[in-house]
């Protein structure tokens, strides 16, 4: 698989890299088995890049990816996030105290001896605008419990922040065919100042896989259950915001637009990774047949430029009127 430089770090990643929220249980039920065939497929597809945070199954993720690299001869990346976890809550884990605990409990899930990557998971907009915060994450680096940090945002304004944070060498973001508002407010700063992006959501919560329908159902546990409607957490990180009607529909008028030879699941891969301020896409999987399909889109050419405009204009007209949530 093709690689990009991980922002001004002194390395590069698989362009296309695995999110494991489903490990920890929160897209449905997921056994160990399935979770180990899952990780060993990434592999083998060529992926480096793993991203988990502490709250998914509330440390399920990290230990089950732990397990992993235990017999895994690869050098993989270990992104994670903090900030969510249950325990103590908001607002005491919002301290150096807390902040060094929930790291220190990472390392010993992931059996590692330091985080590739932490990053802060979706926090308030006060709490990212907090100096002290990226103090306490430079303190963690100095430790060398951390060896990078970054933040995971919900909005353009939270990323824009963030950009202007001393230290801070990734952001995270929700980037798809259905939320495109990072390019004309995000993608230049970020290639002036270095930072790496790793995009989330590249499918909009299957939506932009072209496989869900109206009768389409989904466990109890599942997030795209739960929180259609933001009863959770943010309305955006479930279907990109879109409610899941619409949703349905539009991405059933965006087929027409899906070049012959390709899977709507590829095509909005492609569509994302032909942008080169993306760093690495971080696409989820409940089946390693999966992994393969979102893989596939490195090794295919760039959407031609017609198309291009289509997409944009599709979004424009269509799309960015229904999205709902901080954007």
């Known amino acids: 698989m093709k690689k990009r430089k991980f922002g001004a770090a002194r390395f590069s990643v698989a362009e296309v890299g695995l999110g494991t929220w489903q490990l920890g249980g929160d897209w449905g039920p997921v056994d160990d088995a399935m979770a180990q065939r899952i990780l060993a497929s990434a592999v083998d597809s060529g992926v480096n890049f793993f991203d988990t945070a502490d709250v998914y199954g509330q440390g399920l993720s990290e230990t089950r990816i732990g397990s992993f690299l235990k017999g895994c001869s690869e050098r993989i990346f270990v992104a994670t996030k903090i900030g969510r ?25 992931l059996g590692i001896e330091a985080l590739d990557l932490v990053q802060t998971h979706c926090l308030p907009a006060e709490f990212i605008q907090k100096p002290e915060l990226y103090e306490w994450l430079k303190i963690l680096k100095k430790e060398g419990k951390v060896r990078n940090f970054g933040l995971s945002v919900e909005s ?11 230290g801070v060498s990734s952001l995270q973001i929700i980037f798809n065919i259905f939320r495109q508002k990072p390019i004309d407010v995000l993608f230049e700063k970020a290639k002036e100042k270095h930072a790496a992006l790793i995009v989330r959501l590249p499918l909009a919560s299957g939506l932009l896989s072209g496989r869900l ?19 959770r957490f ?3 990180e479930t279907f990109a915001g879109l409610p899941l009607d619409r949703g349905i529909a539009l991405s ?52 031609p430029e017609d198309l291009r405009g289509n997409i944009r204009t599709f979004y424009e007209n269509r799309v960015a009127a229904h999205i709902r949530g901080k954007y």
């Open 213 to 231: 329908t109206p009768q389409t159902t989904f466990a109890e546990t599942d997030h795209r259950h739960y929180n259609r409607e933001g009863q």
């Open 252 to 303: 059933r008028e965006l087929a027409a637009y899906v070049p012959s030879g390709m899977s709507m699941a590829q095509a909005a891969m492609r569509w994302i990774l032909d942008f080169d301020a993306v760093s690495v896409v971080i696409p989820g999987a409940t089946k390693p047949e999966q992994i393969v399909e979102n893989v596939s889109a490195s090794a295919l050419p760039a959407l």
């Open 85 to 109: 976890f249950p325990h103590p809550g908001w607002p005491k884990n919002f301290s150096l105290y807390a902040f060094r605990m929930h790291v220190e409990a990472s390392l010993k899930r």
């Open 234 to 236: 943010n309305v955006g």
């Open 156 to 166: 353009m304004d939270e990323a824009l922040f963030g950009l202007d944070q001393d």
